[in-house]
Each structure stands twice: as structure tokens, then as C-alpha cells.
């Protein structure tokens, strides 16, 4: 059983950055790939960003690659996604995820999930 929570969420302007966290209990957090997902009104959830267990391996979709990074420390249970050059775009709820299946970009694979944090990005 694995409990996430994210934070870090907020109001931020274009071109700015937000740093959002993932606090995740359990003492099996180093055998779960993580992802974090956003979900805007209206629209499906998306793949955001993806780490493996070891955080050897991060994963990207087009629309984030090259702004955002997604990191992990086991030590500390914790997930981070750094994201900069941020645009109007990108505002959603953002979502932490844990799968024990492997690295992937699809939501139907993570077994846990956190409750969101809102990232609002003003033109």
C-alpha cells in the first residue's frame, strides 16, 4: 500500500516556474515507477512525466519535454516535477502516481494516486 500527497500547486505566470512535490508512505516507495498526470476541465487526464524505480530512466511527453523534469529521492519518499517556461497551457490538476508494474505513460497501469494540486498559469 502506497499513500501519495502532493503540494506545490498555485497561481503562477507565463513563463514562470512551480516546483510540485509528491510525499509518498510505505517503506516498498523504491519498488514503484512514479508518474505524475494533469487533467485540465473538460479534458482527459494526460501523461505529464514518468521515472523509474531508480530514477535511471524519465520519460516525456512532446508537449512538456525539454520545460519540465521529473526526479525522485527514495531516501526521502519523494517525488518532485520541476516545471519552468510554464505557459497557460499547462494549468490543470496535477496528479502523483505509483505503479508497481514498471515505467509507463499509461494511467490505467498505476496502482495509486494522490488527491491533485492545482497549477493555474495566467497569460
Known amino acids: 500500500q502506497v499513500q501519495l500527497v502532493e503540494s506545490g500547486g498555485g497561481l503562477v505566470q507565463a513563463g514562470g516556474s512551480l516546483r510540485l512535490s509528491c510525499a509518498a508512505s510505505g517503506r516498498t516507495f523504491r519498488n514503484y515507477a512514479m508518474g505524475w498526470f494533469r487533467q485540465a476541465p473538460g479534458k482527459e487526464r494526460e501523461f505529464v512525466a514518468a521515472?523509474?524505480?531508480?530514477?535511471?530512466?524519465?520519460f516525456y511527453p512532446d508537449s512538456v519535454e525539454g520545460r519540465f523534469t521529473i526526479s525522485r529521492d527514495n531516501a526521502k519518499n519523494m517525488v518532485y516535477l520541476q516545471m519552468n517556461s510554464l505557459k497557460p497551457e499547462d494549468t490543470a490538476v496535477y496528479y502523483c502516481?505509483?505503479?508497481?508494474?514498471?515505467?509507463?505513460?499509461?494511467?490505467?497501469?498505476?496502482?495509486?494516486w494522490g488527491q491533485g494540486t492545482q497549477v493555474t498559469v495566467s497569460s
Open positions: 521515472i523509474s524505480w531508480s530514477g535511471g530512466n524519465t
Open positions: 502516481a505509483a505503479a508497481a508494474s514498471g515505467t509507463t505513460r499509461e494511467a490505467r497501469f498505476y496502482d495509486y
